[in-house]
């Protein structure tokens, strides 16, 4: 059973940064991964997504000169890095992955999720 754990979420002001985490049970495969987010009463959203190499990459167009993803294999993890963090990023943020050699833009391509973790971004 492959599960996913992140970790690096809690309280920053405006304008820090925080640095997500999500290992990766599995150790071999080809798990295309993402990051998406979820505000109190909003939709689950796409933060960004890696394929399982790690040479493409996609965001969504609002964040990409705020955040960035990336992934180390060696170590099962990807991570995304998020600057200039406004209280408007306040969300859970989960990580997702799927078995696939492209990189999976949407949430419905996911098919393992973790549990996510609190970011909360105070003014």
């Known amino acids: 059973q492959v599960q996913l754990v992140e970790s690096g979420g809690g309280l920053v002001q405006a304008g820090g940064s925080l640095n997500l985490s999500c290992t990766l049970s599995a150790t071999s495969g080809t798990y295309a991964m993402g990051w998406f987010r979820q505000a109190p009463g909003e939709e689950r959203e796409i933060v960004a997504a890696i394929t399982w190499n790690g040479v493409k990459t996609y965001y969504a167009d609002s964040l990409k000169d705020r955040f960035t993803i990336s992934r180390d294999n060696s170590k099962n993890t990807a991570y995304l890095q998020m600057n200039s963090l406004a209280p408007e990023d306040t969300a859970v943020y989960s990580c997702?992955?799927?078995?696939?050699?492209?990189?999976?833009?949407?949430?419905?391509?996911?098919?393992?999720w973790g549990q996510g973790t609190q970011v909360t971004v105070s003014s």
């Open positions: 997702a992955a799927r078995w696939s050699l492209v990189v999976v833009k949407t949430q419905f391509g996911y098919n393992k």
